[in-house]
């Protein structure tokens, strides 16, 4: 399996605090992912990486920002935390050769 | 709204009973994946169909993609209780990006 951590694993915030979230991968992958899972929604895009300094929205990009200045590297930050964005969040790195994404153990969000 | 609907969403069966998990879309997708997520870890890819029609195989559970790649279907036959969790399907529509389906909990009971 690829090497992906996260951290923190689970974090406790309040309304209108940033909030960054870190992604580490091993494996010298390309592109990168951030995801949020909700009950119900199953995971949901919220930006990606296709290498060193170059990202994409998803579908559910509003409110966080995303920065890769290292290929193993991939920051979330939530600029001013809301309620709504209590979630678990997910990072994965994609080899691109088979389309596997390999996710981290994801970060539990709590904003209050 | 999500692209990709998956039913049902809770499934609880006894051991040995077979069962079928379909995920729906109105789009049409480059290809499809599956992944079965554990409680408290990350999701872990089962298998990518790519072509429409396609069939593979993995075990006892068989995935199919529909002609048209828009749908597809996951069939496990004799169910156990190792294969409790919650199945995601992917569908890549850009090539870049992957939109997930809304997830079906499965719970096998010895």
């Known amino acids: 399996d690829a090497g992906i951590t996260q951290s923190p694993r689970h974090k406790v915030t309040e309304t209108g605090t940033p909030v960054t979230l870190r992604c580490h991968q091993t494996?010298?992958?390309?592109?990168m992912y951030w995801y949020r899972q909700d009950p119900g929604h199953g995971l949901r895009l919220i930006h990606y990486?296709?290498?060193?300094?170059?990202?994409d929205k998803g579908e559910v990009s509003d409110g966080y920002s995303v920065s890769r200045s290292k290929t193993e590297d991939f920051l979330l930050t939530l600029e001013s935390a809301t309620s709504s964005q209590t979630s678990v969040y997910f990072c994965?790195?994609?080899?691109?050769?088979?389309?596997?994404?390999?996710f981290g153990p994801g970060t539990r969000l709590t904003v209050l | 709204t999500q692209l990709l609907e998956q039913s049902p969403q809770f499934l609880s069966i006894q051991e040995g009973e077979n069962l079928t998990v379909y995920c729906n879309s109105s789009?049409?997708?480059?290809?499809l994946q599956w992944y079965r997520q554990e409680p408290g870890e990350g999701p872990v890819l089962l298998v990518t169909?790519?072509?429409?029609?396609e069939v593979k195989k993995l075990k006892r559970l068989t995935f199919q993609f529909g002609d048209a790649r828009k749908d597809s279907s996951l069939h496990i036959t004799a169910a156990q209780p190792g294969d409790t969790g919650l199945y995601l399907c992917?569908?890549?529509?850009?090539?870049?990006?992957?939109?997930f389906g809304t997830g079906t909990s499965l719970t096998v009971i010895p």
């Open positions: 994965a790195s994609r080899d691109r050769a088979t389309d596997t994404q390999y």
């Open positions: 494996e010298n992958h390309r592109y």
């Open positions: 990486s296709y290498g060193v300094k170059d990202t």
């Open positions: 789009s049409v997708f480059s290809s």
């Open positions: 169909v790519v072509t429409g029609g």
């Open positions: 992917a569908g890549a529509r850009s090539g870049n990006q992957f939109y």
